[in-house]
């Protein structure tokens, strides 16, 4: 996904791969909808007898594909774009569309681990995960964490392990 598998070093092994959450799609999805609805409207509304109809329709158009670029392509991009990747000994995080920045957490770093949610948060399985580590950074709270609970017992547990100086939980 966002680490390619030839970036691994020799013994590590990735053990899972995911984007945020889809609900940060869903304003995205509801601003396609209204445009294209609004769009749609516009050219159904402009008389074909009128003079400047052609120009109407047509700035319709245009607009209609600006902001669907702006509010709901752009989005769907950088959700697409941003990865997270938890291996054998690092926690990494990846942003950015045309400019990538990825910032990594070894996990010999890492000091704990917690997760936050809210009512609706836990009802879509997704939550707030934050990772205090020993570093410049302190720590890094990442918004929109899918199955949150099954990713923070995972790197907890990645965690024990190269703190206890096992390899794959042995």
Known sequence: MTLPDHHLTQGERRIRSFNPHWKRLIGPAVALVLILAAMGAALYLIPGDWEYAFYGR???????????TIWSFVPYLQWKNTGYVLTTHRFTISTGVLNKSTDEIPLTKVNSVSSDQSFTERMLGCGTLTVESAS???QLAL???????????ELFRAVEDVSDGAVDGR
């Open 58 to 68: 047509a700035a319709s158009v245009v607009i209609a594909v600006i902001l669907l």
């Open 136 to 138: 410049d950074q302190g």
């Open 143 to 153: 918004r929109d964490i899918p199955r949150i609970q099954d990713v923070r017992a």
